[in-house]
Structures are given as C-alpha cells and as structure tokens.
C-alpha cells in the first residue's frame, strides 16, 4: 500500500526514523543498514514496507529497493518475522545475505543473534532458488570460490593445523579477496596460523 515516503527528516535513531511528509509524521523501523546510508539531510527518500496485522500497524524502511526486496523474501520464510529479518538486514549487509544464500553458508546466516541452524537451513533451503533467479547469481561464480576454499582448507588440514582455526583465517583471506587461488589462500593463510 505505502511503497516510498519522501519528507522531512525529523528523529533519527539506529533503529527508527520519524519522517514528516506534508504535516503527518511517519514512524518508521530501520535496520543499521539503511540508518548508515541515510544523510543527514532534512530531504530523505525511503522505500517502505507496511506489516499489518490484527493488533498492529508497523512501517519498515530501507535505503534501497533491494534491501526492501531481500527483507520481503526473508519474512516469506517460516520462522522468520519482521524483526528477525530487520536484525539479520543489521547485521549483514544485503549482499551478505544474498550470497549467503546463494552460496548455502549456513555458518554466517546462523551467525545472525536468534537464528538457530534449523533457521539458517531453511531460509537458505527456501530462498536459494528464488536469490538465484531474482539476482542473476551465477552459481558456477559461487562453487568455484567454495571449491578454492575446501581445497585449501583440506590441504591446511593436512599439513596439521586445525580445521576451525584454518577456517576462520581462510574466510578472512577470502573477504579480502573473494577471486583469491587456492595457492594464494594457503600462502595467505600460512602466514597468519
């Protein structure tokens, strides 16, 4: 019904704005993602999404379209409300949570405060297919780095360093440079374990 509000900046909050539109003041929840992006003009645009239910009325906003949208398929899943989804769009970014998705890492979905591995599992189980389609993720693009990744992380394993330990600094190179080759990696991740 509401798909943008354009108005006036009145409060600003890392997790809730008051936006006066010609007069009425709207109140509308934020995540940290879009609390970032927003200027502190007095001008602001924001693309919205209106939950009603029986007791409640409530107004979420977000910077971009594509945040609006990865919200909405988020809440879609079961499990997953308006403030679950909010808190995972604060703690990732939405092109985390995009290929997070894409890439079934259940690890860093899971790593969203209140979301268990039953959770994670079926929001990536639910929603591959739809991030897939919707964002044109090349799939292929995405095994290839998971396969320089286990290749890596396998051979770490072999030379003797802990899986978990290896893990974590693979992920780290990996988010420096996500087109990194699985001997890259290694070196790398040699000179930090």
Known sequence: M?????????????TDIVIDCNGVGYFINISLHTYSQIPDRENLKLYTHLQVREDSQS?????????????????????????????MLSSLTPQQVKE?????????????KGIGIKTAQRVILDLKDKVLKVYGIDELSLSTSNTHKNEALSALEVLGFNKKQSEKV????????????????????????
């Open 2 to 14: 509401i798909t943008h509000i354009e108005g006036k900046l009145v409060e600003k909050t890392p």
């Open 59 to 87: 107004l979420y906003g977000f910077s971009t379209k594509t945040e609006r949208e990865i919200f909405r398929l988020l809440i879609s899943v079961s499990g997953i409300g308006t403030n679950t989804a909010r808190t």
């Open 170 to 193: 693979v992920d780290r190179i990996l988010k420096v440079q996500p087109e990194a080759f699985v001997e890259q990696i290694i070196k790398e991740a040699l000179k930090n374990l």
């Open 100 to 112: 997070g998705i894409a890439g079934e890492d259940v690890a860093l979905i899971q790593s969203v």
